[in-house]
């Protein structure tokens, strides 16, 4: 279990991006945390040891990365996980059979297919909501509701919730909150300071930024659930290698400079694409044409760089992810290069049909991750594949 130190939450949060949760190497002094790639540590005497038994237990890179985030994120303890998945499950199994979770309908796909297929049926039962109308939520819970899970804004549609006012909800009620911040990131959204008791993120994504790990983690500032999460990542066992972490912890310290990059091409690029002929709706939290623009303005400090539009034709989607050239047409998204995605046959797919047409997720919707390339390049690629 990793709590962060008492300095940890002193300094701004570029400067904790950098340094917070690091400490000079012992032996060489190193300036960056070594890659502890070991599986063990030596032992002076039965019972004697600098802290570290077996490495499933205790890494020191892996806990450098998760007092980072934890510190980002303004929370007291960070776990992290080989996979943002890996974490969400962790969080999962804080709960028993007969548990009813209360789930915002447009979470992440793998999300949806961890809760209905795995854990209904080890017992627990899910209700999936449309969580802009914090009056749905209120609405699913029952005497056997022990959590909410949200994430905002949600992939690929956008759609907000609002973290005060599910905050004052989970709070009044006993339940426990549970945010997937990964696309907003801590830079933009902090949701533990709106009443939120876990945050998950996937690294994978904009917090690593370049495409090149896959990992997750889980932030709380409450005692008992570190104790139990803390458990769980021991007991369970799905932690992340060393130069995972190593590559995340890397990629944080300029998580500002690229989020800040990410918003302008967002907001930039969603403007331009608000205007344009080929496109009948656009999805980006920044325009003031988006149904909760001002809500994402209360909550969010910036909206970054993932942009959903709708073609209105699943052929003429089908050929724009096809020829865009430096979109590159791959699943993922948050890294440096821009990418380009169709929800519906990619990263959507395991969601069932009728629930993602209900949400407006149509075969003819195309998702962006704007990445810190030159605006006036990115659309110029997609103007040329829409042409
Ligand atoms: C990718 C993603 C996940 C899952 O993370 P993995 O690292 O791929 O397991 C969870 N939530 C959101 C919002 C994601 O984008």
């Known amino acids: 279990m990793t709590r962060i130190r008492s300095n940890d939450l002193d300094r701004g949060f570029s400067t904790r991006a950098v340094h917070a949760g690091q400490q000079e190497d012992p032996l060489a002094g190193a300036v960056m945390t070594p890659i502890y790639q070991t599986s063990t540590y030596v032992q002076e005497g039965l019972g004697r040891h600098k802290g570290y038994e077996y490495a499933r237990t205790q890494n020191p890179t892996r ?168 458990f769980l990542q021991n007991g369970a066992g799905a932690v992340p290698g060393p130069m995972d972490c190593w590559l995340a912890l890397r990629g944080i310290k300029t998580l500002p400079l690229r989020m800040r990059r990410h918003d302008e091409n967002g907001r930039r690029i969603a403007q331009w694409l608000s205007q344009h002929r080929a496109i009948t709706r656009i999805y980006y939290p920044g325009l003031p044409s988006h149904p909760q623009h001002d809500l994402a303005c209360r909550q969010m400090s910036g909206f970054g760089g993932m942009i959903s539009i709708d073609l209105g034709d699943p052929e003429k989607a089908r050929r724009m992810a096809e020829r865009t050239k430096i979109f ?10 821009s990418l380009i995605g169709h929800p519906a046959s990619m990263t959507h797919a395991s969601v069932p049909v009728a629930m993602r047409q209900a949400m407006g997720l149509t075969d003819s919707l195309i998702r962006l991750s704007c990445g810190i390339e030159d605006a006036d390049d990115l659309m110029a690629d997609l103007e040329q594949a829409l042409g």
């Open 63 to 230: 806990e450098a990365l998760e007092r980072n985030v934890a510190s980002l994120e303004g929370g007291q303890y960070g776990f992290a996980f080989g996979s943002g998945l890996a974490a969400t499950d962790t969080v999962l199994k804080l709960l028993s059979a007969g548990d009813h979770v209360v789930c915002g309908e447009n979470v992440y796909g793998g999300t949806h297919r961890l809760m209905e297929r795995v854990y209904a049926r080890l017992g627990l039962t899910f209700t999936f909501v449309d969580s802009r109308d914090i009056r749905n939520i209120e609405r699913a819970v029952t005497p056997a509701t022990r959590m909410i899970y949200c994430e905002t804004p949600t992939n690929p549609m956008m759609h907000l919730t609002d973290l005060a006012a599910v905050g004052d909800l989970t709070q009044a009620r006993g339940l426990l909150l549970t945010v997937d911040n990964t696309f907003a990131t801590p830079f933009f959204q902090r949701p533990l300071s709106s009443g939120a008791d876990i945050v998950i993120h996937s690294t994978t994504k904009y917090l690593n930024g370049h495409s090149d790990m896959v990992g997750g983690v889980v932030i709380t500032s409450r005692d008992d659930l570190a104790e139990r999460i803390g």
């Open 328 to 337: 590159a047409l791959a699943e993922s998204l948050g890294g440096v290069e």
